[in-house]
């Protein structure tokens, strides 16, 4: 099956800077990437979702890149503010009918103000 | 338009006790996912409901949990009888057929077996 690394599992940065979190997957049948962000006592919400046809994807602050061939895609996060602060997870689904989720270990991001 | 909906938001029970997680997804939704993260590891796949039916249970640990969705509505999850490895936070989510599209978490439902 699906196994997801990611990196780091804890980050953190002065407020302004970027953040990158990387993640590689295993199967190569993936085809589903999103990103998932936890604030404390609530559950994991979508910020960015990336699919295989696609190399990059933005949307204002956050952007993820795919490297089909690498097996490996990264969430880039500019110009980072306090309430960026949260637990970040990468995931992959590949082409079954569920669309189930294997998800990476996390990485606790910490902006310091 | 209500989220996924999870209840309790926190259990704590004794080894040995049986406990009923509840999950309402997002109304119209009849994709329904279990999820639990065990001890700050990843979180990891439970089972798969479209609409009253399993899709794919693969990932339920032992035939000490048991899930239900009744007329394809809200789930339950079943933990008898719990054991000290069980403690985690389960999380249901929830997303429009077909499968592929966004899936919505719950808050979660954080389980202490003692």
């Known amino acids: 099956g699906e196994n997801v690394e990611q990196h780091p599992s804890t980050l953190s940065v002065q407020e302004g800077d970027s953040a990158v979190i990387k993640c590689t997957y295993s199967d190569s049948a993936s085809n589903y990437f999103p990103w998932y962000k936890q604030e404390l006592g609530k559950g994991p919400q979508l910020i960015i979702d990336?699919?295989?046809?696609?190399g990059e994807k933005k949307d204002q602050r956050i952007a993820v890149t795919l490297n089909k061939t690498a097996k490996h895609f990264s969430l880039h996060i500019t110009e980072t503010q306090p309430e960026d602060s949260a637990v970040y997870f990468c995931a992959a689904s590949g082409n079954n009918a569920g669309n189930m989720l294997t998800f990476g270990g996390g990485t606790r991001l910490m902006v310091k103000p | 338009e209500a989220g996924v909906t999870q209840f309790p938001s926190h259990s704590v029970i004794e080894k040995g006790q049986t406990v009923t997680l509840r999950c309402d997804p997002i109304s119209g939704h009849d994709n329904l996912y279990w999820y639990r993260r065990v001890m700050g590891k990843e979180i990891k796949f439970l089972l798969h409901?479209?609409?009253?039916?399993?899709?794919?249970e693969s990932g339920m640990p032992n035939n000490r949990f048991l899930a239900e969705r009744t007329g394809g509505t809200y789930s339950t999850l079943k933990v008898q009888p719990a054991e000290l490895e069980d403690s985690g936070v389960y999380f249901c989510?929830?997303?429009?057929?077909?499968?592929?599209?966004?899936?919505?978490f719950g808050q979660g439902t954080r389980l202490t077996v003692v």
């Open positions: 990336i699919r295989s046809n696609v």
């Open positions: 989510a929830s997303s429009h057929l077909p499968a592929g599209t966004e899936a919505f």
């Open positions: 409901f479209v609409k009253e039916s399993k899709q794919d």
